[in-house]
């Protein structure tokens, strides 16, 4: 398993919908709006680094109001 932390900044008035949004993608574990340089924190859980890929590409990414995403896998 490969375990990925995406740090999303977002259109601040409308994050909560946007949070609520990437909830929703399979492999997505949790999502946390937080304060300072980006918005959200959003934890994934998924099979292989091309997974990750494939939800950030695809699934955050597309969503409205995501302004960029910043993806660090956990090595432990």
């Known amino acids: ?5 995406v740090l999303i900044k977002a259109n601040v008035p409308t994050v909560d919908q946007i949070r609520d949004t990437i909830m929703e993608i399979d492999g997505v ?3 946390h709006i937080v ?3 980006v918005d959200i924190i959003a934890k ?3 099979g292989s680094p091309a997974d990750v890929r494939e939800i950030v590409a695809s699934g955050i990414l597309s969503i409205d109001g995501i302004e960029h995403t910043y993806t660090y896998m956990a090595m432990e």
């Open 44 to 46: 994934v859980v998924v």
């Open 35 to 37: 304060a300072g340089d």
């Open 1 to 5: 398993m490969v375990t990925a932390y």
């Open 29 to 31: 574990e949790d999502a």
